[in-house]
């Protein structure tokens, strides 16, 4: 993965993706609401090939020169996240990954005849913590925004709402302690309503498994929410809680397809304390790779401290039965001789499992692959 934020307050931004030789790269340039505004791919703008994307800033209204991918976008903050896709589980696969990786460039226009030194930071072995805090200091990244952004027609009743905890485009934004800990109540109970709807979110992919599918309210309006009859906040926040940067055709061929599970094959809820086991068929109908991870239920994030938070198709130490299938164990300790193929939990914590198949074919869509439920080890 290869992630980092822009603004464009100051004026339009270049992002350069270089030709996918050696590797896949697959991604999305979005907004501030979270949205894809350009996409990085094989069925993408770029049609798979080097490209100069230029990203806009709202309002922006002078010719396009010529030779870039015009990204127009209704927020001055934004971010892109692509992968690197090796073609391969070798050392050289991954370094042909990283090459191309450190090909990529990105720079204000205003510095494209002479760019600045690229900066890449590898935060592997490092502590990236994405997790937001529920609490007070929410509504302090939320005053920021309303501070940087322009107020789009359809923001201006919950701007007026706003206005009411003391949120006011141009005016400075200081809760007393009484309002502080309403705040921070609010954004707890929140929470919980965010958990509880995780639950369930989504579809069920099969009708005899537990796996589902993200809500297709937002597949099917690129995770705007938006539609010609409504916004659908709470589906829209329920949706950001479970995840970000969704790339375009999620869940379509050329893309990404996330499964997700709650609960065992017994309908039972899933627990930290317990051991369970997936078995994965073999001929698994992804074109790239296949991964599954464990997330807290919490907090949608890696079990934190984990010292495994996920397994993959391109692992090397992860063993296979005899027919290709494989299966993965779930728990706070490997089952003996399994501690290639196991993931960690953590005792008295909720999580759920994450399935993704990168580039998924047509057994997948015709339900003739399965992937059987979640199962707990007595």
Sequence with gaps: YVYANFNLKDGPVVLEVPAPVGAGLLGAVIDAWDVTTVGVGPEDENKGQAAKYLLLPPGFKEDVPSGFIPARFSTYNGYWLLRAIPAGSTEVDVEAALALVKKLRVYP??????????????????????????????????????????????????????????????????????????????????????????????????????????????????????????????????????????????????????LVAFRDGRSEPISGEHTYKLHVPANVPAKQYWSVIAYDSLTNAFIRESPVVGLDSYSTTMKKNADSSVDIYFGPKAPAGQEANWISTAPGRAWFAGFRLYDPDKPFFDKAWKLPDVEQVK
């Design 109 to 258: 226009l205003a510095q494209a005849t002479n760019p600045p030194e690229q900066r890449f930071i590898d935060i592997h072995g490092k502590t990236f913590d994405g997790v937001p805090n529920f609490d007070e200091s929410f509504f302090v990244s939320l005053n920021r925004m309303v501070q940087e952004e322009p107020v789009q027609e359809r923001d201006l009743v919950a701007m007026g709402m706003l206005q009411s905890i003391g949120i006011e485009k141009g005016k400075d934004f200081k809760p007393d302690d009484a309002t502080k800990r309403i705040l921070k109540a609010a954004a707890q109970e929140q929470l919980a309503v965010f958990v509880q709807g995780m639950k369930t979110f989504g579809e069920r992919w099969w009708k005899d498994r537990a796996w589902a599918l993200p809500d297709k309210r937002g597949v099917k309006t690129n995770f705007s929410y938006v539609t010609d009859v409504a916004l659908d906040v709470d589906a829209r926040g329920l949706s950001n809680f479970a995840a970000f940067g969704f790339p375009k055709r999620v869940g379509q061929g050329g893309s990404i397809v996330y």
